[in-house]
């Protein structure tokens, strides 16, 4: 019997009420999102890969292959790998149960960019691991991906080298300052300390504790908390602020360690740092513009700064012992700022799809994008899309959004699922769009006349805003 569609317009509250139930009962953040972000998140990933991506190695370039001399832009571009690499994780952890072909290429990009030192420039002679660099900082950045990239492939190899070089290149250059405090340097030469230096290193302490169960890291993770809590913040005063000017890869990367030395000991002084430091990021004029989270600066490092803060502001929202409204508010926040983003950018131009230094406006096309920018447009998307499936997904393993957004025409159009290329600017003009279940997952990238009715399964799915059932 050939299958055949019975279009069906249903609202979300035909839903199954125990669903709908269970998605209240399972978060009250759930009512707060407004869509399904993941589309969205895969077509700035496919722009970031297709764009800057150097595939053999694994690691980014900081301007646009489609840009002349793409080829050169690479040689100090160390750090930043970390944050770029962070995204492909985040997906790969998402799209884990729902697409073996993209978590395959994934994962053969993490491998990559371990094998190639995450293009570290530095080389230092007897260094057996190839992440050591003259910048404490850059190494920390480095350690917190590779302890990532262990925990999404449940890999030791990456956690026991983020703590071979802590062991042997980080934490041998701490030492106690005339203020009583031990802390970081920002480079081997004793230079520092800073915020940036001490408020990664904090964390990797904290979370090669969890791994590992040393107790020497608990104590170093104290004390470089301590350093930042009592020296860098009686400089700056009490509104929140990690440094000056503050910066939001600073307040993102303080706060999470907070966060985590919270779960830790349960000591509640740590969780009100981390709510007062990431609310300081999400509401200052200092690191906002118009409710969005401002330019920072065209450089490569300013450029990157908010794809730092994003995933802490996420792991907050997601964390249950963390401030309620504080919650709300950073969920609300978020997705203004994912929306906006959408807004401005020039799909038409995708794969050419750029993401601006501010999200408010679009980008000046005159100008060469930036990897930085980029990086930081698709972490956003990336963490949102995270965010909601979290947020959206009741104890039986289905993601429902509230009011059904993904029977909304919602702008998804263009999105590209995988490194394959699938999905054109015909079928964004065209104003196809994803096939998918009810439980939020896409079942083909468009759908369109190259899209058989067969290659659906059986039962309900949603296309172009309406449920459709296939028999």
Request: net charge neutral.
């Amino acid at each position: 019997m050939k299958r055949f569609f019975l279009l069906l317009i249903i609202s979300a509250t035909l839903l199954p009420a125990t669903s709908v139930v269970a998605l209240a009962q399972a978060n009250p953040l759930a009512s707060l999102i407004e869509r399904d972000f993941s589309g969205r998140a895969d077509s700035l990933e496919y722009v970031l890969t297709s764009q800057f991506m150097n595939t053999t190695k694994g690691t980014f370039f900081a301007i646009p292959r489609s840009y002349p001399n793409y080829s050169s832009e690479t040689t100090y571009i160390y750090w930043q790998q970390a944050h770029a690499l962070d995204v492909i994780i985040y997906a790969y952890e998402r799209l884990r149960d729902t697409d073996d072909s993209r978590v395959s290429t994934y994962k053969t990009i993490m491998q990559r960019w371990f094998r190639s030192h995450a293009n570290n420039w530095y080389h230092k002679s007897g260094d057996a691991t190839g992440f050591y660099n003259e910048y404490t900082d850059d190494m920390c950045w480095i350690c917190l991906t590779l302890l990532h990239i262990s925990e999404a492939l449940g890999d030791n190899t990456y956690a026991d080298m983020a703590r071979t070089v802590f062991d042997n290149y980080i934490l041998p250059r701490g030492s106690i300052g005339t203020d009583g405090f031990f802390s970081l340097p920002w480079k081997d030469d004793g230079s520092g300390p800073n915020a940036c230096t001490n408020s990664p290193g904090c964390l990797v302490a904290a979370k090669l504790y969890e791994r590992y169960g040393d107790e020497a890291y608990l104590d170093t993770a104290k004390k470089l908390y301590d350093y930042m809590a009592n020296v860098m913040k009686t400089k700056l005063g009490n509104d929140g602020r990690v440094e000056e000017p503050p910066l939001t890869y600073t307040q993102g990367t303080f706060g999470e360690a907070a966060r985590r030395l919270f779960h830790i000991t349960g000591e509640q002084s740590y969780m009100a740092m981390a709510s007062k430091v990431l609310n300081y990021a999400v509401t200052s004029s200092r690191c906002t513009h118009d409710g969005l989270l401002r330019d920072e600066g065209s450089s490569m490092d300013q450029s990157i700064f908010k794809a730092v803060l994003i995933p802490y502001l996420v792991n907050y929202v997601l964390d249950e012992d963390a401030s309620a409204s504080y919650r709300k508010r950073f969920v609300t926040f978020l997705q203004k700022n994912a929306n906006a983003l959408w807004k401005n950018l020039n799909l038409e131009a995708y794969p050419k799809t750029f993401c601006n230094y501010y999200w408010g406006e679009p980008l000046d096309e005159s100008k060469v994008p930036s990897m930085g920018a980029m990086v930081s447009g698709a972490s956003l998307m990336e963490n949102v899309a995270r965010m909601a499936k979290a947020l959206t997904t009741v104890t039986d393993g289905i993601s429902l959004i509230p009011q059904s957004p993904l029977l909304q025409r919602g702008g998804e159009a263009g999105a590209v699922f995988g490194l394959s290329g699938r999905g054109t600017n015909e079928d964004y003009a065209n104003g196809h769009e994803a096939v998918y279940s009810l439980a939020g997952h896409r079942l083909t990238p468009f759908y369109s006349s190259t899209v058989r009715h067969s290659q659906l399964p059986k039962g309900p799915c949603i296309v172009n805003g309406k449920v459709v059932v296939v028999r």
